[in-house]
């Protein structure tokens, strides 16, 4: 069975800092991979996603998320955080053909001034 | 475009009672997925409809939880009768079936006391 862990349910940067959430899997086989964030009272939206290709992924907001398979990875960085980047940060894998994810614990992220 | 709507957004009811969430997801969308998060866990899929149709329902619970998508519109999840362990935030997700791309919905949080 699939499962995600987010190392660190809370994670605090100074703004400007870089942003380092971490995702590691377990799956048979390589799946789909997703980072999807939450603002307050609102649903989740998708930051980005691996399915094939390139490694490195970009997605909205200037966050990227590097596909490791030895490693079983797929952390989510930024280089520079800003205060709107506080948030809920969910890391999910689905299997390759399956709708279903499959969801971390979550990672809220806290920005200071 | 409307996003993913949930309704209601609070819910607070009594053990035994029944409760009844609806979803509607984006116009067009076919796959129509339900998740639940109970508090300090992960977020995790209950059911999948494809238009009218459950496609997995592994995430089910136990019978008490009756999911509904009459019309392949919008979806019902009733929870009869309630327990103490029912409370959580239940969201709904929609997609038209590209890997992980599912638009969320804001959730609807659930006590039962």
């Known amino acids: 069975a699939q499962s995600v862990t987010q190392l660190g349910s809370h994670v605090s940067v100074s703004e400007g800092a870089l942003v380092l959430l971490r995702c590691n899997y377990s799956?048979?086989?390589?799946?789909?991979l997703f980072w999807y964030v939450q603002y307050p009272n609102q649903g989740l939206q998708l930051l980005l996603k691996y399915t094939t290709g390139a490694t490195l992924v970009k997605g909205i907001n200037g966050f990227e998320a590097e596909f490791k398979k030895s490693e079983t990875s797929f952390h989510l960085t930024k280089p520079s955080a800003h205060m709107s980047d506080a948030a809920e940060y969910f890391c999910?894998?689905?299997?390759?053909?399956?709708?279903?994810?499959?969801f971390g614990q979550g990672t809220r992220l806290t920005i200071n001034p | 475009e409307a996003g993913v709507t949930q309704f209601p957004s609070h819910s607070v009811i009594e053990k035994g009672q029944t409760v009844t969430l609806r979803c509607d997801p984006i116009s067009g969308h076919d796959n129509l997925y339900w998740y639940r998060r109970v508090m300090g866990k992960e977020i995790k899929f209950l059911l999948h409809?494809?238009?009218?149709?459950?496609?997995?329902e592994s995430g089910m619970p136990n019978n008490r939880f009756l999911a509904e998508r009459t019309g392949g519109t919008y979806s019902t999840l009733k929870v009869q009768p309630a327990e103490l362990e029912d409370s959580g935030v239940y969201f709904c997700a929609s997609s038209r079936g590209l890997p992980g791309e599912q638009f969320f919905g804001p959730g609807t949080r659930l006590t039962v006391l």
């Open positions: 999910a894998v689905s299997e390759r053909g399956a709708q279903k994810l499959v």
């Open positions: 799956s048979s086989v390589p799946p789909y």
């Open positions: 409809f494809v238009k009218e149709s459950k496609q997995d």
